[in-house]
């Protein structure tokens, strides 16, 4: 009898109290061991029209909901007594008859009237007066029939209700119908178009289909059930989406990316290509890397969620950060760690060299600039390289005499670092590359690299040589739209053409829509990087309903401090844990007012203060962004250091991704706040009010 446990159950049991969660652990190992259930009082849901569901008893009031066949057991739910009896009663679970996946179905008749959703606008202290819009409410779905709407996996008692669907109704109806239908149905709304199911290889089990995979998975042994319920699983990072598990086992042959708005699985595609890499040969060696400690820290947690560490495949897995993989070969190379040289020595080098050198006309901040994005990102060594570079991005020109003048300056600068046994993280990963491109044996079979778009030239150039020349040798995760630290350049320029290898995740299964509607405001339609890839933002759809985004424009920073603390405990009153709730600012010195704001609520110390630019790669139920004021967003300090108007649109466009990120990293709840004058990239949220 094949044991199941599905993401409903999941899902429940993380709403569970600790003491809770340890009884039920000890409920559903005793079923793996017992499928009969003897000793955890079975009973048969009478009331439910799915004769499979059984209840079984975990303590006085805690019922594990299962359904129970004879080839299979499946653990679907977990509630307190009353709660899980109504929700057994509401559903059935059987395979679709068109698609063949197992579906858990919403019972119609025994759903309440579908309501319509709350506003999608934004909520704001004092509303501006706008004309009322007079709202048409035509059926979304009128030109789809019945065996169209069967065909992406709709229950057929649901069809009558998909007909009907309005605009004002859609995002309640699709909460109810699976995942699969709920998807194709937000693409049809979102672009017209319904997508044709991929075609799938005949299985004469309804539970290997791969919808069914993504919201059930089959348990082999007892120590597979421990990982499993050993970690808070995130819905979305667990059961891959099918447009995911695509790429995670598709074979690649040359590098290839895989992009997709925040929240769309990007890095979740990345931990399972690097598990199932490792799985697929027994001898390989993967590097999963990302951008900075506590990303590679996070990557590695979801690895173990994934994959035992008694499998052997953890110990053959390395994560890390992009820096410290190359302090570690550099260490290996030379003995010793890199002594790198900090902004303040470059500054100090640089105004010596333009002193000595006689330099007139280019200001200390344009030469800092020039050095770390010209002639240090791409390790120029020679005026004639430094001729014939492409200064991508920088719009002050510089003809072939202004070249000649500046480049001995950046040679003194180059000197003086050595002399002194400085270096910088350019140079450090130059040098690797160089060192690795003359050896045939890499030290990994796969690497795979999240955040790729944060990656700069010299990184980049390391990774690929760091890779192996063969299929399936590199693979990147990444979304131009959250690219904060880098100038853009190209990929192929280096060696990595990601063309015709590169697919765009459209699924959002993070962000509420009204979150991600809201922060996509802050984004052009269309993102186009250095090689000619467009990052389409139309036709993402998330997956959810939720409420709508609010702003506070405040007089006093007292009087903002109120608003979110009223914020946070009105959320934890509601059952959202303090440790799911984040709070950003754009720099280190505002996580003062920040923690301020939080001092008094329940579990402040729980609750996650931090910079934008620490933002990336987490997510929270409830997130605030503070002090959006005039002057932070975008920030005095970086505009008044731009070096040319081509850095200073950088900068501009720079400080919108960094917002975007901040306010990506909700699920449920967002709100921003600041002190008049506010921000001017706030307007852009309520551009479409009127």
């Known amino acids: 009898m094949n044991f199941l446990i599905a993401d409903t159950f999941t899902a429940s049991f993380n709403r569970l109290s600790g003491l809770d969660q340890k009884a039920v652990k000890a409920s559903v190992f005793d ?48 509630g307190h007594h009353d709660d899980a009896y109504a929700w057994a009663e509401r559903r059935r679970i059987e395979a679709h008859p068109r698609t063949g996946a197992v579906q858990i179905v919403e019972v119609r008749e025994r759903v309440e009237e579908v309501a319509p959703p709350a506003t999608f606008d934004f909520v704001f202290p004092e509303p501006a007066k706008c004309k009322e819009k007079e709202t048409a409410a035509p059926a979304l779905f009128s030109a789809l029939d019945d065996d169209a709407l069967l065909a992406i996996g709709v229950p057929a008692d649901w069809l009558s209700d998909v007909h009907a669907a309005t605009e004002d109704r859609f995002f309640a109806l699709t909460a109810h119908l699976p ?85 769309t699985g990007k890095t979740i595609v990345a931990i399972h290509r690097a598990v199932a890499l490792a799985r697929a040969n027994p001898d390989a060696r993967v590097l999963l890397a990302s951008f900075s400690e506590p990303l590679a820290a996070e990557l590695a947690k979801k690895v173990l969620v994934l994959a035992p560490e008694t499998g052997g495949v953890v110990a053959r897995i390395t994560t890390a950060s992009f820096q410290s993989v190359a302090e570690q070969m550099f260490q290996l190379e030379h003995g010793l760690r890199p002594r790198i040289a900090s902004d303040a020595v470059l500054r100090e080098r640089l105004r010596a060299a333009a002193a000595t050198e006689n330099l007139k006309g280019f200001s200390e901040r344009f030469l800092l600039s020039e050095w770390t994005n010209v002639i240090d990102a791409w390790g120029l060594a020679s005026l004639e390289a430094y001729s014939t570079v492409q200064r991508m991005g920088r719009k002050s020109r510089l003809g072939p005499n202004q070249r000649a003048k500046l480049w001995p300056v950046f040679q003194s600068v180059r000197n003086a670092l050595t002399a002194e046994r400085y270096t910088t993280w350019a140079n450090v990963f130059t040098g690797l590359a160089e060192a690795l491109a003359q050896r045939s044996r890499k030290p990994f079979d796969h690497v795979v690299l999240d955040e790729a778009q944060d990656l700069a030239p010299a990184e980049l150039r390391f990774f690929a040589a760091l890779a192996p020349p063969q299929a399936d040798g590199l693979f990147l995760s990444g979304d131009v739209g959250q690219r904060i630290f880098q100038h853009p350049f190209s990929w192929a320029g280096l060696g990595v053409d990601v063309r015709g290898r590169s697919h ?48 506070r424009s405040l007089a006093t920073i007292a009087a903002e401090a109120d608003a979110v603390r009223h914020a946070v405990e009105s959320w934890v009153s509601d059952g959202i844990a303090p440790r799911e709730i984040g709070v950003f600012v754009r720099t280190p010195h505002l996580v003062a007012r920040a923690r301020a704001a939080i001092t008094a609520c329940a579990g402040a110390d729980e609750i996650t203060t931090a910079p934008m630019s620490l933002a990336k790669g987490l997510e929270f139920r409830a997130v605030v962004v503070m002090a959006c004021d005039e002057g932070v967003l975008p920030l005095d300090a970086r505009i008044a250091d731009a070096a040319d108007e081509a850095e200073l649109d950088d900068i501009y466009e720079t400080e919108r991704r960094l917002l975007y990120v901040a306010c990506t990293r909700a699920r449920e709840h967002l709100l921003l706040t600041g002190v008049t004058p506010t921000s001017e990239y706030l307007t852009d949220f309520t551009s479409d009010l009127c």
């Not at 808070?232 to 086992?249: D, M, N, T, Y």
Request: charged share 25%; proline share 7%; net charge neutral.
């Open 31 to 78: 079923l793996q061991m017992d499928p009969t259930g003897n000793g955890l009082q079975l009973h048969r849901i009478d009331k439910s029209k799915d004769q499979n569901f059984w209840s079984a008893r975990v303590n006085r009031d805690i019922r594990l909901i299962i359904h129970k066949t004879s080839d299979s057991l499946l653990v679907a739910y977990v």
């Open 504 to 551: 765009t995740l459209k699924v959002c299964y993070r962000t509420s829509q009204q979150i991600r509607r809201a922060a996509d405001k802050l984004l052009p339609t269309v993102l186009r990087d250095a090689d000619g890839l467009e990052d389409e933002r139309r036709g993402i759809i998330s997956v959810f309903d939720g409420p709508a985004p609010e702003m």
């Open 179 to 263: 995942a699969e239908a709920s998807e194709a149905l937000l693409e049809y709304a979102a672009t017209g178009r319904l997508a044709a199911p991929a075609p799938q290889p005949a299985v004469t089990d309804p539970f290997a289909h791969p919808d069914a995979l993504r919201r059930i998975k089959l348990i082999s042994d007892q120590t597979e059930l421990e990982q499993a319920l050993a970690f808070p699983w995130e819905k979305w990072g667990v059961f891959l989406h099918p447009s995911q598990r695509a790429l995670v086992e598709r074979s690649f042959s040359g590098p290839a990316r895989v992009a997709g708005s925040a929240g």
